[in-house]
């Protein structure tokens, strides 16, 4: 028997970028179980993704994750309603691991196959709970702001109601979460950079390094290219202070790393300028279109200083902020899901047609 579309059961796969992930969820809220395969130790030997590895490493995994997926949810693909999965953006050997899989599983299954989009997966990670997501805040509320800050993507957009954006901003350069993983790299850190950065500067006990701020006028366009070529020069500086190599020789000799304190202090100056334009844009955004809550998703979104910053603006102006806990907000199948159980409700249903979209926009202004 098939339930209803309201309290559908969904299969969603995730491949987009370097984590294998597939959950089953309920009603786009309930998770049941979210099984997540990461290929970090994979790519922190070559200190960023290598896509070919990256497509090799989900045809390996893809299988025992759909296998742990279905034992931990206690279900059979024969009971799910739907199988949804991300078609764009993303890496296209990524993609295409993941949309092959979920399009042969939907034929051989015959259950209705959705696609969704990467980002609005990141979005309706606000919308699910098991228990440890969302704390009391509850369920966003409409019209909402939302930013969402991934390793690939750094926009702003307000969402009157499910399903519907208008874009607000984005960035004209690099992604914030690109942007901690460039630093990451110059000060020497593992991969990724953003966790390594977030964990050194809260060693900082010095809070006095000024990186500069792009805020591009009253836009909500963001630019981080900037910052990453001030943090190039101030890490070079600082490492001829403590008689270190510099610029390309520094390169050839990883080993040879600013002190602790030298890099607990750096990084925190360049996260605090990152959080500092992100959560001003974010207020801005939400005061002017008079939103009645804000979203917070993506990688970069399990920041804790960023969490924390936006909690308490947020606050101020007395609006609920919604954030995913920080496993919801790094790539993963619920999310896929979540989203995927509102287009498969609003009657979505993709065929076996459906191409991998490597650039594929969540919405245009
Ligand atoms: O959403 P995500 O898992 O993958 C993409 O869709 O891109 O985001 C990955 C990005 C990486 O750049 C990573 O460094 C960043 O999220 N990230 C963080 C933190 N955890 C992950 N950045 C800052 N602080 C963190 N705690
Ligand atoms: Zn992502």
Same mark, same amino acid.
């Given at each position: 028997m098939t339930a209803p579309v309201d309290d559908a059961l969904i299969l969603s796969v995730e491949s987009s970028c370097d984590e294998t992930g597939i959950a089953v969820t309920r009603g786009g809220r309930s998770i049941l179980s979210n099984v997540v395969a990461s290929q970090t130790a994979l790519h922190a030997v070559s200190g960023g993704i290598v896509p070919e590895v990256a497509a090799r490493a989900h045809l390996r995994w893809i299988v025992p994750v759909l296998d742990q997926a279905l034992g931990d949810a206690a279900v *059979?693909?024969?009971?799910?309603?739907a199988v949804a999965v991300t078609y764009g953006p993303g890496l296209a050997g990524s993609l295409l691991v993941g949309l092959n899989f979920a399009k042969t599983l939907a034929w051989v299954h015959d259950k209705p196959l959705v696609g969704v989009n990467h980002l609005e997966g990141h979005l309706y990670a606000?919308?699910?709970?098991?228990?440890?997501?969302?704390?009391? *805040?509850?369920e966003p509320v409409f019209p909402l702001v939302a930013l969402i800050v991934s390793g690939g993507h750094t926009f702003l957009v307000e969402m009157p109601d499910h399903l519907t954006y208008r874009l607000l901003g984005q960035t004209v350069d690099d992604a914030a979460g690109e942007a901690f993983d460039k630093v990451g790299r110059l000060l020497g850190l593992a991969y990724p950079g953003g966790p390594a950065i977030s964990r050194a500067a809260e060693a900082a006990t010095r809070h006095d390094a000024a990186f500069p701020r792009a805020w591009l006028g009253d836009t909500y366009n963001f630019s981080f290219s900037g910052l990453k070529t001030a943090a190039r020069r101030t890490i070079d500086v600082a490492r001829a202070d403590e008689g270190l190599p510099t610029g390309k020789a520094a390169e050839a000799e990883p080993a040879a790393r600013l002190s602790a304190a030298a890099t607990a202090e750096l990084s925190w100056g360049f996260q605090d300028s990152i959080v500092d334009v992100l959560v001003t844009k974010t207020i801005r955004a939400a005061e002017s279109s008079r939103a009645r809550s804000i979203v917070l998703g993506g990688?970069?979104?399990?920041n804790s200083a960023l969490r924390t910053r936006l909690a308490g603006e947020a606050e101020a102006l007395g609006l609920p902020l919604i954030v995913p806990r920080p496993a919801l907000c790094t790539d993963n199948g619920a999310m896929i899901g979540a989203a995927g159980a509102r287009r498969f409700a609003a009657g979505e249903r993709a065929d076996l047609s459906l191409d991998a979209r490597p650039s594929l926009p969540l919405a245009r202004r």
């Amino acid at each position: 028997m098939t339930a209803p579309v309201d309290d559908a059961l969904i299969l969603s796969v995730e491949s987009s970028c370097d984590e294998t992930g597939i959950a089953v969820t309920r009603g786009g809220r309930s998770i049941l179980s979210n099984v997540v395969a990461s290929q970090t130790a994979l790519h922190a030997v070559s200190g960023g993704i290598v896509p070919e590895v990256a497509a090799r490493a989900h045809l390996r995994w893809i299988v025992p994750v759909l296998d742990q997926a279905l034992g931990d949810a206690a279900v *059979t693909v024969d009971d799910v309603d739907a199988v949804a999965v991300t078609y764009g953006p993303g890496l296209a050997g990524s993609l295409l691991v993941g949309l092959n899989f979920a399009k042969t599983l939907a034929w051989v299954h015959d259950k209705p196959l959705v696609g969704v989009n990467h980002l609005e997966g990141h979005l309706y990670a606000a919308w699910l709970h098991d228990g440890a997501n969302g704390g009391d *805040t509850g369920e966003p509320v409409f019209p909402l702001v939302a930013l969402i800050v991934s390793g690939g993507h750094t926009f702003l957009v307000e969402m009157p109601d499910h399903l519907t954006y208008r874009l607000l901003g984005q960035t004209v350069d690099d992604a914030a979460g690109e942007a901690f993983d460039k630093v990451g790299r110059l000060l020497g850190l593992a991969y990724p950079g953003g966790p390594a950065i977030s964990r050194a500067a809260e060693a900082a006990t010095r809070h006095d390094a000024a990186f500069p701020r792009a805020w591009l006028g009253d836009t909500y366009n963001f630019s981080f290219s900037g910052l990453k070529t001030a943090a190039r020069r101030t890490i070079d500086v600082a490492r001829a202070d403590e008689g270190l190599p510099t610029g390309k020789a520094a390169e050839a000799e990883p080993a040879a790393r600013l002190s602790a304190a030298a890099t607990a202090e750096l990084s925190w100056g360049f996260q605090d300028s990152i959080v500092d334009v992100l959560v001003t844009k974010t207020i801005r955004a939400a005061e002017s279109s008079r939103a009645r809550s804000i979203v917070l998703g993506g990688g970069v979104a399990a920041n804790s200083a960023l969490r924390t910053r936006l909690a308490g603006e947020a606050e101020a102006l007395g609006l609920p902020l919604i954030v995913p806990r920080p496993a919801l907000c790094t790539d993963n199948g619920a999310m896929i899901g979540a989203a995927g159980a509102r287009r498969f409700a609003a009657g979505e249903r993709a065929d076996l047609s459906l191409d991998a979209r490597p650039s594929l926009p969540l919405a245009r202004r």
